[in-house]
């Protein structure tokens, strides 16, 4: 079995880039490792208890991930793929909730800047809060971890994956949201 380590929580951007990784390479039988940040990404990876390793590197418009410079500042690692996905952020509440009826969003600071506009034009009153991941951002909304006013921004996936419901789709400013993903692996010396 092959495991790969990703910067993100079931559902996230990450966990998609890394089946495509798994994809381009041939890669079958594999199993993801949640880790959330790119630093734990790095480390397993660094240590062996991860095959390879997925993290975003840069967005085209919320600009570089720091934590994963600050990352591959920190470890050893080969890079073997530098790809693009495409990057669809949504606005995610629990069933019932609509809306006017929200009163703080969660996400990823790299998601809520992809969002900057939108969320100016259309939440400039309420907090926007933000978060390690936006999957998991989405699994503590489901939880009951999060005011059940709450939404998140997060991948489609996520309203499948948590239960929650998409109250509008493609809420990031650039039309073409592209982001870079690494995949390493560790350094053979």
């Known amino acids: 079995m092959t495991t790969i380590g990703i910067q993100g929580g079931k559902g996230s951007f990450c966990d998609e880039a890394a089946r495509e990784f798994a994809d381009n390479h ?3 039988d594999v199993q993801m490792q949640y880790l959330i940040s790119s630093n734990k990404v790095l480390a397993e ?3 062996g208890s ?3 390793g997925i993290f975003a590197m840069e967005n085209a418009q919320g600009g570089v991930v720091i934590e994963s410079v600050e ?3 920190a470890h050893r690692c080969e890079i073997v793929e530098m790809f693009y996905i495409a990057i669809s952020q949504n606005l995610l509440a629990c069933r019932g909730v609509f809306i006017g009826d929200i009163t703080e969003i969660h996400s990823h600071q790299q998601a809520l800047r992809q969002c900057r506009d939108y969320l100016a034009e259309n939440f400039w009153t309420r907090p926007l809060i933000e978060a390690d991941d936006t999957a998991e951002s989405s699994r503590r909304l489901k939880e009951g971890k999060l005011p059940h006013t709450a939404a998140v921004i997060a991948p489609k996936s996520c309203a499948d994956i948590y239960g ?3 109250l509008q789709e493609d809420i990031h400013d650039l039309k073409h949201n592209l982001t870079l993903f690494l995949g390493i692996k560790k350094l053979e010396v």
Do not use: Q
């Open 50 to 52: 991860a095959d390879y």
């Open 26 to 28: 041939g890669l079958e």
């Open 71 to 73: 990352a591959l500042a």
């Open 45 to 47: 990876v660094e240590n």
């Open 164 to 166: 929650l419901v998409i």
